[in-house]
C-alpha cells in the first residue's frame, strides 16, 4: 500500500534549483509561441539567449543556434536580451505552457 507523505518546508527549501524545475509540468501547445529568426541568429557574435535561458532551450550545435520551446518557463529573458531582435515572443494560449509547484 502507498502512503502519500507530505514534504516538510525544511525539505523543500534544500531542493536545488534543478530539482525544483524538474517539478514543474507542462501542457505541449502545437501552436509554437516563441518564433526564432535563425538567419539573424547566424548573424549574431553575442548569442546572448545561450546564456538568458534558464530552461537552456537554445543550444548551440556547430555554431548554429538551435531552439526547443517546450520547456519554455515563459521568463522572457531571452526576447529581452536578444539585441538583433530576432526572436518572436507571445505567450501560450490558455490551458498551455508552464504550470509551476513552486514559486
Ligand atoms: Fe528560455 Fe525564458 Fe525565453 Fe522561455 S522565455 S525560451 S525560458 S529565456
Redesign the pocket.
Known amino acids: 500500500m502507498a502512503i502519500a507523505v507530505r514534504r516538510s518546508k525544511s525539505e523543500e527549501i534544500n531542493l536545488k534549483v534543478e530539482d525544483k524545475l524538474a517539478l514543474n509540468k507542462f501542457e505541449i501547445d502545437r501552436d509554437v509561441h ?1 518564433i526564432v529568426n535563425e538567419k539573424l541568429c547566424d548573424a549574431c557574435d553575442l548569442k546572448s ?1 545561450l546564456y ?4 537552456e ?2 543550444t548551440l550545435r556547430q555554431n548554429h543556434v538551435t531552439f526547443s ?1 517546450e520547456g ?8 529581452i536580451s536578444c539585441d538583433k531582435q530576432a526572436i518572436e ?1 507571445r505567450y501560450p494560449r490558455g490551458g498551455f505552457g508552464v504550470c509551476y509547484q513552486y514559486g
Open positions: 516563441i539567449c538568458a535561458c534558464p530552461a532551450c537554445y520551446y519554455c518557463l515563459e521568463c522572457g529573458s531571452c526576447r515572443w
